[in-house]
């Protein structure tokens, strides 16, 4: 996927002016978190399954290896392939030889891998024909937009807009009402998707668990249009990452009581289907050729390193729609397709921290997303040691750098610490004295362009504590 | 001493040593200290905060309690300081037996001196912002709650969303201003919503933070240090008000 992540600061300033992504990210904020706080609440063991779910994913890790071998060796038993892509090159190229032929209809459900290989712009240079079926996917893909967030992929769009684009999008199918309710919505999408479910050639779509003990690929939704991607066409790709992979089935059912419930409040949600191979003589439907790719794309990289704990992620997005900052920009600001706290841990350690600076530091480390996290991720010390990689690799702010430097030198000396603190409390405090704040301040417009600052009372507590004794 | 109440509110000092003396407590203030470290820490120079961790522990582990107004310091020091040292065996040994000593001001007057006996009267409708650090690392809630309930006059009603950041995040406020008044005004909103005439909480940082956008916003509410109120020190103008 294109990459804009340099362009970090400009673009959130954008989202905050952003009106109708503001609604947008209003409305959705509170829904999320409410459902899950009731739905946790309503699982007094909530705490125990996390701490299973973790420890099953660190067993997972620590034998990823013997795994994933388990896992091919079973997909291969029942009649299926696996493709094995060390980079997102690697991946497109093992997709596009399994589709075969130029000018082929390729049906896609929710991938957040295929996004990150930038599979469809892949598919598209290649002839292909690609319909995102599910439908914030489609929604985007009418769009031209990447998706903001990784569960919901249109929630920046508000419903007035989705009203819009329906109508100038799908009036070439004769469908030329104004559609404003959302289950309208919903219907009128899947009027349009219907049609091309029974033509398409190529069904894609992604894993939430891929099972090594069976060599099955689980997929998680709400809409059902995964299950009709992977049933109808005549060949089935999965796209799944490394640390998908887990035991067993009963380990699967672990993390599926987190990821509903941290995701969107669901206990579960409408939809967990697995797929086995391909179609056999006796099913009456299915695909004929079933093909795993499985991608590293940087992954086996963090195995060991002090990023290892993020390959727990089961991409629930509950650390997103916990996140203030993510609340206020909305994903697109994030300039890559993982947004919020993971992807501010995600995004520099697979493109290079150096192509995206700000996202470690533009989080307050508040620790809600720490807190949320269904596999105890610890995230916010995770972007402090990317932040301490800026500052080692000198890729940190100059200025900010010196002036952290001279705060340092004064930190490191209290006799001389506070013979400047003493000055600038009384200097500051004389002069602010009768507004008791300053509505600008020469060196601190960063403060000032957006509030006032407080002035000091007028002597340091130091200076008046050594006058009392 | 928090270096924010050093500079900018030295009245939260002394409402603490009062808090402090009334329990029975025997207050000191080394002067070797100066700040506990996080701007290096949150700006990722490691060095420079282990430099600044040692001179904290030298200057206060000889203590039988370290007390501070701030659930952000104190979780610095605490959390903190033993991940920062771990490659020096013997300060990370000092590190986590300082931790172990080292407590929030409400925490330690309702959690380790049982105290219950404030005299203080403040009469106003008084909402709280929890602060995310004393929240998230040392588990304070409560404590600043039920000090408060025992101050007459005080009708404590709760905001919404009290426990999310005011984006305040130390230099975060001032590297992406844009992001800060979002959330900073997302706060001072709830706090207008909770029909409260007084903010209280337990950190200068996030204080300094919502009492400055409160200013901007021409509101009149009202901004103190939650020890302020307990110590029946507010007679002083409130945070970001002048002399009338």
């Given at each position: 996927?294109q990459r804009?992540?340099?362009?970090?600061?400009r673009?959130?300033?954008?989202a905050l002016?952003?009106v109708s992504?503001?609604?947008?990210m209003?409305?959705?904020?509170g829904?999320?978190?409410?459902?899950?706080?009731?739905?946790?609440?309503?699982?007094?063991?909530f705490?125990?399954?996390?701490?299973?779910?973790?420890s099953i994913?660190?067993?997972?890790?620590?034998?990823?290896?013997?795994?994933?071998?388990?896992?091919e060796?079973?997909?291969?038993?029942?009649?299926g392939q696996?493709?094995w892509?060390?980079t997102?090159?690697e991946?497109?190229?093992?997709?596009?030889?399994?589709?075969?032929q130029s000018?082929?209809?390729v049906l896609k459900?929710?991938?957040m891998?295929?996004?990150?290989i930038g599979?469809n712009?892949?598919?598209?240079?290649?002839?292909?024909?690609?319909?995102?079926?599910?439908?914030?996917?489609?929604?985007?893909?009418l769009?031209?937009e990447p998706?903001?967030?990784?569960?919901?992929?249109?929630?920046?769009k508000?419903?007035?807009?989705?009203?819009?684009?329906?109508?100038a999008?799908?009036?070439?199918?004769?469908l030329t009402g104004?559609?404003?309710?959302?289950?309208d919505?919903?219907?009128?999408a899947?009027q349009?998707?219907?049609s091309?479910?029974?033509?398409?050639?190529?069904g894609?779509?992604?894993?939430?668990f891929?099972?090594?003990?069976?060599g099955?690929?689980?997929?998680v939704?709400?809409?059902?249009?995964?299950?009709?991607t992977?049933?109808?066409?005549?060949k089935?790709?999965?796209?799944?990452?490394?640390?998908?992979?887990v035991?067993?089935?009963?380990?699967?059912?672990?993390?599926?009581?987190?990821?509903?419930?941290s995701?969107?409040g669901?206990e579960m949600?409408s939809?967990?289907?697995?797929?086995?191979?391909?179609k056999r003589?006796d099913?009456?439907?299915?695909p004929?050729?079933?093909?795993?790719?499985i991608?590293?794309n940087g992954?086996?990289e963090?195995?060991?390193?002090?990023f290892?704990?993020m390959?727990?992620?089961?991409?629930?997005?509950?650390c997103?729609?916990?996140?203030?900052?993510y609340g206020?920009?909305?994903?697109?600001?994030?300039g890559?397709?993982?947004?919020?706290?993971?992807g501010?841990v995600?995004?520099?350690?697979?493109?290079?921290l150096?192509?995206?600076r700000d996202?470690?530091?533009?989080?307050t480390?508040?620790g809600?997303?720490?807190e949320v996290?269904?596999?105890?991720?610890?995230l916010?010390?995770?972007?402090?040691?990317?932040r301490f990689?800026?500052?080692?690799?000198?890729?940190?702010?100059?200025?900010?750098r010196?002036?952290l430097?001279a705060?340092?030198?004064?930190?490191?000396r209290p006799?001389?610490?506070?013979a400047?603190?003493?000055v600038?409390?009384?200097?500051?405090?004389?002069i602010?004295?009768r507004?008791?704040r300053?509505?600008?301040?020469p060196?601190?417009?960063?403060?000032?362009?957006?509030?006032?600052l407080?002035a000091?009372?007028?002597a340091?507590?130091q200076?008046l504590w050594?006058?009392?004794? | 001493?928090?270096?924010?109440?050093d500079?900018?509110?030295?009245?939260?000092?002394?409402?603490?040593?009062k808090?402090l003396?009334?329990?029975g407590?025997?207050v000191?203030?080394?002067?070797?200290?100066?700040c506990?470290?996080?701007?290096?820490?949150?700006?990722g120079?490691?060095?420079?905060?282990?430099?600044?961790?040692?001179?904290?522990i030298?200057?206060?582990?000889?203590?039988?309690?370290?007390?501070?107004?701030?659930g952000?310091?104190i979780?610095?020091?605490?959390e903190?300081?033993?991940r920062?040292?771990?490659g020096d065996?013997?300060w990370?040994?000092?590190?986590?037996?300082?931790?172990?000593r080292c407590?929030?001001?409400?925490?330690?007057l309702?959690?380790?001196?049982?105290?219950q006996d404030?005299?203080?009267?403040f009469?106003?409708?008084v909402t709280?912002?929890?602060?995310?650090s004393?929240?998230?690392?040392l588990?304070?809630?409560?404590?600043?709650?039920?000090?408060?309930s025992?101050v007459?006059?005080l009708a404590?009603k709760?905001m919404?969303?009290?426990?999310?950041c005011?984006?305040?995040?130390?230099?975060?406020?001032?590297?992406?201003?844009?992001?800060?008044e979002?959330?900073v005004?997302?706060?001072?909103?709830?706090i207008v919503?909770?029909?409260?005439d007084?903010?209280?909480?337990?950190d200068?940082?996030?204080?300094?933070?919502?009492?400055?956008?409160?200013?901007?916003?021409?509101s009149?509410?009202?901004?103190y240090?939650v020890?302020?109120?307990?110590?029946?020190m507010?007679?002083q103008?409130?945070?970001?008000d002048g002399?009338?």
């Amino acid at each position: 996927m294109q990459r804009s992540t340099a362009d970090f600061k400009r673009r959130a300033e954008a989202a905050l002016q952003n009106v109708s992504l503001q609604q947008a990210m209003a409305k959705a904020k509170g829904g999320f978190v409410d459902k899950r706080r009731l739905a946790v609440n309503r699982l007094p063991e909530f705490e125990q399954i996390r701490a299973e779910a973790k420890s099953i994913k660190e067993h997972t890790l620590a034998h990823l290896d013997y795994y994933l071998d388990q896992f091919e060796r079973k997909v291969l038993e029942s009649g299926g392939q696996v493709h094995w892509a060390r980079t997102a090159e690697e991946a497109c190229s093992a997709v596009l030889a399994i589709i075969g032929q130029s000018g082929k209809q390729v049906l896609k459900g929710k991938s957040m891998v295929s996004e990150e290989i930038g599979l469809n712009a892949a598919m598209e240079r290649a002839g292909h024909t690609v319909v995102e079926t599910d439908l914030g996917e489609y929604i985007i893909q009418l769009a031209h937009e990447p998706p903001s967030h990784i569960i919901a992929p249109a929630v920046h769009k508000t419903r007035d807009q989705i009203t819009e684009l329906f109508h100038a999008e799908h009036e070439k199918y004769g469908l030329t009402g104004l559609v404003t309710e959302t289950e309208d919505i919903v219907n009128e999408a899947r009027q349009v998707l219907r049609s091309k479910f029974l033509s398409s050639d190529v069904g894609i779509t992604g894993a939430n668990f891929l099972i090594a003990e069976t060599g099955s690929t689980v997929i998680v939704t709400n809409e059902g249009n995964g299950d009709l991607t992977q049933i109808l066409p005549r060949k089935h790709i999965v796209t799944a990452s490394i640390e998908k992979v887990v035991p067993s089935l009963d380990d699967m059912t672990v993390l599926l009581r987190l990821l509903g419930r941290s995701a969107t409040g669901q206990e579960m949600s409408s939809y967990t289907t697995l797929s086995t191979g391909p179609k056999r003589t006796d099913d009456q439907d299915g695909p004929e050729e079933f093909h795993v790719v499985i991608v590293d794309n940087g992954r086996s990289e963090m195995l060991g390193n002090e990023f290892h704990d993020m390959l727990r992620c089961i991409r629930c997005g509950a650390c997103l729609n916990h996140c203030p900052v993510y609340g206020a920009i909305g994903g697109h600001a994030y300039g890559w397709v993982y947004p919020g706290p993971m992807g501010s841990v995600l995004t520099p350690l697979m493109i290079g921290l150096e192509n995206a600076r700000d996202l470690p530091n533009a989080c307050t480390l508040n620790g809600r997303c720490g807190e949320v996290c269904p596999m105890s991720i610890p995230l916010p010390d995770m972007l402090r040691t990317l932040r301490f990689k800026e500052h080692e690799r000198k890729l940190s702010d100059a200025r900010a750098r010196w002036a952290l430097k001279a705060w340092g030198l004064l930190a490191r000396r209290p006799g001389l610490y506070q013979a400047v603190t003493g000055v600038m409390s009384t200097v500051l405090g004389r002069i602010g004295r009768r507004a008791g704040r300053f509505r600008a301040l020469p060196l601190a417009s960063g403060w000032t362009q957006v509030r006032d600052l407080p002035a000091p009372q007028g002597a340091t507590f130091q200076r008046l504590w050594k006058g009392r004794r | 001493m928090t270096c924010l109440v050093d500079l900018f509110r030295p009245s939260v000092g002394f409402a603490a040593v009062k808090l402090l003396e009334q329990t029975g407590c025997i207050v000191a203030v080394p002067r070797g200290q100066t700040c506990c470290g996080q701007p290096a820490y949150n700006n990722g120079d490691q060095q420079t905060t282990a430099d600044i961790a040692r001179q904290v522990i030298a200057a206060f582990e000889s203590f039988d309690y370290v007390v501070a107004a701030s659930g952000s310091c104190i979780g610095m020091i605490k959390e903190h300081y033993p991940r920062v040292l771990k490659g020096d065996a013997e300060w990370f040994d000092r590190a986590q037996q300082l931790a172990g000593r080292c407590f929030e001001l409400t925490a330690f007057l309702v959690d380790v001196m049982e105290w219950q006996d404030v005299e203080s009267s403040f009469t106003a409708a008084v909402t709280y912002h929890d602060s995310c650090s004393g929240l998230r690392e040392l588990g304070i809630k409560q404590q600043p709650r039920a000090l408060l309930s025992k101050v007459s006059g005080l009708a404590l009603k709760e905001m919404e969303d009290s426990e999310v950041c005011c984006g305040f995040g130390g230099t975060f406020c001032i590297k992406y201003p844009k992001i800060s008044e979002r959330m900073v005004s997302d706060k001072t909103a709830h706090i207008v919503a909770a029909e409260a005439d007084c903010i209280l909480g337990g950190d200068m940082g996030c204080l300094l933070n919502i009492a400055g956008r409160l200013k901007r916003e021409d509101s009149r509410i009202k901004v103190y240090h939650v020890a302020e109120v307990l110590a029946a020190m507010t007679d002083q103008p409130a945070i970001g008000d002048g002399k009338s």
